[in-house]
Nanobody
């Protein structure tokens, strides 16, 4: 089992910045990447950014150039969000997948609200 706990969400004005965190604990040897997803009610959960065991990062087109994922996949992963837009308002979830059993692990999420 892997546990993921997000923190750092809040209210920020458009154009502002916010950094959210995900603490990873448990059987870290079963995972090799950590992802940030986001979801608004009524929509599917959207992949935002990924960081792998080797430190390789990737981003959705919606956040490329504005968001930065960093940290260590087996400890704490951060998502620095700059140039925030009202459409970035969402619950942000930390996720990882058990590479042996295919199980998905999710945190409870942290709310990010961007006011216009």
């Amino acid at each position: 089992q892997v546990q993921l706990v997000e923190s750092g969400g809040g209210l920020v004005e458009a154009g502002g910045s916010l950094t959210i965190s995900c603490v990873v604990t448990g059987n870290i040897y079963s995972i090799d990447a950590v992802n940030w997803y986001r979801q608004v009610p009524g929509n599917e959960r959207e992949l935002v950014a990924t960081i792998t065991q080797s430190g390789t990062t990737s981003y959705s087109t919606a956040v490329l150039g504005r968001f930065t994922i960093s940290g260590y996949y087996a400890s704490t992963v951060y998502l620095q969000m700059n140039g925030l837009k009202p459409e970035d308002t969402s619950v942000y979830y930390c996720n990882s997948k058990d590479k042996f059993r295919g199980l998905n692990y999710w945190g409870l999420g942290t709310q990010v609200t961007v006011s216009s």
